[in-house]
T-cell receptor, first 111, second 117 residues
Framework: ELKVEQNPLFLSMQEGKNYTIYCNYS?????LYWYRQDPGKSLESLFV?????AVKQEGRLMASLDTKARLSTLHITAAVHDLSATYFC???????????FGTGTRLQVFP | NAGVMQNPRHLVRRRGQEARLRCSPV?????VYWYRQLPEEGLKFMVY????????ESGMPKERFSAEFPKEGPSILRIQQVVRGDSAAYFC???????????????FGSGTQLSVL
């Protein structure tokens, strides 16, 4: 059974600071996604990571994937209030069509 | 260019009633997925459908829950004889091709919040 764990679960950080969210998964997969969810809203796709060593960046967010370690990171650079949301990683269970989600990291950025 | 449309946004039912949740995928998308989210938790896969076919329903309870995606019209998630434990947010997602396709993204709807009294 594929398990996806994120840490931390809650993150309160000051504007301008940097931080990293971690996503570990338990079995082999060939793709990993990062999503953002605002309260009461839908999920917004941020990144799709397909290969070992993949790195993608969009604005203040950068995601990377290490398939050997079964680890993805979402790095936040110089946080701003607009980044406050819950961030989910999700992994496709190999050989299936299922996307398995982590429990999410609730990020709060304060002045 | 409408995204995934779900309705209703909020649905209140009493125990024992039926709940019908609707999902219209992005135009041109033939793959639909339903997920359930409990408070403070991630999304849990329920069912994956292509037009007129259920591909994977391994995440859906065998009793009381059913899903369809007819040739015409929206996908429907139906919950019969609802119980309080069914209270959750139900999200629908769609894609042009299946998740095995490289680089394929899922587009999510805004969800239906089901509350069972």
């Amino acid at each position: 059974e594929l398990k996806v764990e994120q840490n931390p679960l809650f993150l309160s950080m000051q504007e301008g600071k940097n931080y990293t969210i971690y996503c570990n998964y338990s079995t082999t997969s060939d793709r990993l996604y990062w999503y953002r969810q605002d309260p009461g809203k839908s999920l917004e796709s941020l990144f799709v990571l397909l290969s070992n060593g993949a790195v993608k960046q969009e604005g203040r967010l950068m995601a990377s994937l290490d398939t050997k370690a079964r680890l993805s990171t979402l790095h936040i650079t110089a946080a701003v209030h607009d980044l406050s949301a819950t961030y989910f990683c999700a992994v496709v269970l190999l050989g299936t069509d299922k996307l398995i989600f982590g429990t999410g990291t609730r990020l709060q950025v304060f002045p | 260019n409408a995204g995934v449309m779900q309705n209703p946004r909020h649905l209140v039912r009493r125990r024992g009633q039926e709940a019908r949740l609707r999902c219209s995928p992005v135009k041109g998308h033939s793959h639909v997925y339903w997920y359930r989210q409990l408070p403070e938790e991630g999304l849990k896969f329920m069912v994956y459908l292509q037009k007129e076919n259920i591909i994977d329903e391994s995440g859906m309870p065998k009793e009381r829950f059913s899903a369809e995606f007819p040739k015409e019209g929206p996908s429907i998630l139906r919950i019969q004889q609802v119980v309080r434990g069914d209270s959750a947010a139900y999200f629908c997602a769609s894609s042009r091709a299946g998740p095995k396709a490289t680089n394929e993204k899922l587009f999510f709807g805004s969800g239906t919040q089901l509350s069972v009294l």
